[in-house]
T-cell receptor
Framework: QKEVEQNSGPLSVPEGAIASLNCTYSDRGSQSFFWYRQYSGKSPELIMSIYSNGDKEDGRFTAQLNKASQYVSLLIRDSQPSDSATYLCAVSPEAAGNKLTFGGGTRVLVKP | NAGVTQTPKFRILKIGQSMTLQCTQDMNHNYMYWYRQDPGMGLKLIYYSVGAGITDKGEVPNGYNVSRSTTEDFPLRLELAAPSQTSVYFC?????????????FGSGTRLTVV
């Protein structure tokens, strides 16, 4: 069983729609969760961090965390073609210190 | 403010050759990491460091070595390159305060072993 799982996609969404990405993790003691955006051929870029159950909004992005169900999600509202990228979920397992475990990523395609 | 700088950006090695991937950060971060990324496989941790003089193995350390003589630099050494080491390598750093913080990544090194 993978520690952090994501649907590889591609997730195809029309421009202006909401893109919904999901991530599940296996370590119930995990406390810190991150979403990174990675454009093709580029390095990952941190877009969201979330530490508590519930929603966290930053511009068009909303991260949602449910520790009881062991999932974290990312919503992208008013999707733009520039949002086309791979989105990586990262989790800090309990007792791992600052080390992050990454999912395989979900590829998002926003079509005009 | 350069952030995390990696060199080289691209490299082709022959089987059995060795090389060092350089990584420098100017954010005064104590924590530094080396990850490799294979297509569709996510990022795998090779080695990490919590400060100068302190390093430890990650998930996939075989075939690699690191050193951390200064806060700024964290080079990754590949000895006796093998085709399985063909990958994209990312160096990252993070703040070391209370709690877990997101990483800042370098631009990556694309390595091909032939």
């Amino acid at each position: 069983q993978k520690e952090v799982e994501q649907n590889s996609g591609p997730l195809s969404v029309p421009e202006g729609a909401i893109a919904s990405l999901n991530c599940t993790y296996s370590d119930r003691g995990s406390q810190s969760f991150f979403w990174y955006r990675q454009y093709s051929g580029k390095s990952p870029e941190l877009i969201m961090s979330i530490y508590s159950n519930g929603d966290k909004e930053d511009g068009r992005f909303t991260a949602q965390l449910n520790k009881a169900s062991q999932y974290v999600s990312l919503l992208i509202r008013d999707s733009q073609p520039s949002d086309s990228a791979t989105y990586l979920c990262a989790v800090s397992p309990e007792a791992a210190g600052n080390k992050l475990t990454f999912g395989g990523g979900t590829r998002v395609l926003v079509k005009p | 403010n350069a952030g995390v700088t990696q060199t080289p950006k691209f490299r082709i090695l022959k089987i059995g050759q060795s090389m060092t991937l350089q990584c420098t950060q100017d954010m005064n971060h104590n924590y530094m990491y080396w990850y490799r990324q294979d297509p569709g496989m996510g990022l795998k941790l090779i080695y990490y460091s919590v400060g100068a003089g302190i390093t430890d193995k990650g998930e996939v350390p075989n075939g690699y070595n690191v050193s951390r003589s200064t806060t700024e630099d964290f080079p990754l050494r590949l000895e006796l390159a093998a085709p399985s080491q063909t990958s994209v390598y990312f160096c990252a750093s993070s703040y070391s305060g209370s709690g877990v913080y997101g990483y800042t990544f370098g631009s990556g090194t694309r390595l091909t072993v032939v």
